[in-house]
């Protein structure tokens, strides 16, 4: 399969068809759009509309979020057939993050040996809710402010049979590394988190959860595994076999627009 082959069926299972427990999805001629409960974020994640009809398309739906009083993102791709989609959201009163995220491609039907052998690092699966206290305690130490987030959000998607795996690298029964998994339909398993203590890095902590993930997407019969890397971490995966797909943009809508 070659890379145009790839990215449309990316966009038909993680942008038109994908589902999100914790969002209403709604699919009119002109996008698909989810909508959480306040005060989430909603955005609209795929745009049908031809760019001649995008400004019009942006008004409408500028208008229909803008009751809700949430945050509002349109996620722009730069394989989107739409090159100017950007200053058009601008125009709009659209703020652009310029931190993109990097869409990384692993083809796990190719994974090299080394992430098909045992894990000997103490690698557990967290399965259920009280567990999620060291992730919480990873993501404070790491970013720093409060992240009792994952509370709320991880902890409603264990609700969801097979929808997410969760796994924490300890050391010394200490939790050093995160990361976990979203397993939507579709042959495209999400990967999210990666994150190490500093004090426990090169180590083999994230490459072991790494292989700990990629063995269960294998087992699981997904084809591909994903994730949108920023800077420090695209080295990283790129050095495990995953490689660039596309590049994903937030335009956020200011307050106020």
């Not at 579709?186 to 083999?204: W, Y």
């Amino acid at each position: 399969m070659n890379k145009s082959e790839i990215l449309k069926l990316y966009d038909k299972d993680l942008r038109r068809e994908v589902k999100y427990p914790e969002a209403r999805k709604e699919v009119t001629a002109d996008v698909v759009r989810f909508i959480r409960e306040a005060p989430g974020m909603n955005f609209v994640s795929y745009t049908f509309a031809e760019e001649s009809r995008l400004d019009g398309v942006v008004k409408n739906e500028v208008a229909y979020f803008a009751p809700m009083n949430q945050p509002f993102t349109w996620k722009v791709y730069d394989h989107d057939p739409l090159p100017n989609a950007g200053e058009i959201l601008k125009s709009n009163g659209f703020v652009r993050d310029d931190d993109p995220g990097e869409v990384m491609l692993f083809d796990v039907e190719h994974a090299p040996a080394q992430l098909l052998e045992p894990v000997t690092a103490d690698i557990r699966r967290i399965s259920d809710p009280e567990g999620l206290k060291d992730i919480i305690f990873v993501l404070d130490k790491v970013w720093g402010g409060s992240n009792t987030w994952v509370n709320g959000r991880l902890g409603g998607h264990f609700k969801v049979p097979g929808y997410l795996s969760i796994y924490v690298a300890y050391a010394e029964n200490v939790p050093a590394s995160i990361g976990w998994t979203y397993f939507p339909k579709g042959q495209f398993a999400t990967l999210f988190a990666g994150t190490t203590l500093p004090e426990h890095r090169k180590r083999g902590l994230y490459t072991s959860i790494l292989a700990t993930r990629v063995q269960e997407i294998r087992a699981r019969g997904y084809r591909y595994a994903v994730v949108e890397a920023g800077d420090m971490s695209r080295p990283i995966v790129e050095k495990h076999g995953f490689e660039h797909l596309t590049t994903t943009w937030d335009y956020i809508l200011e307050k106020g627009k």
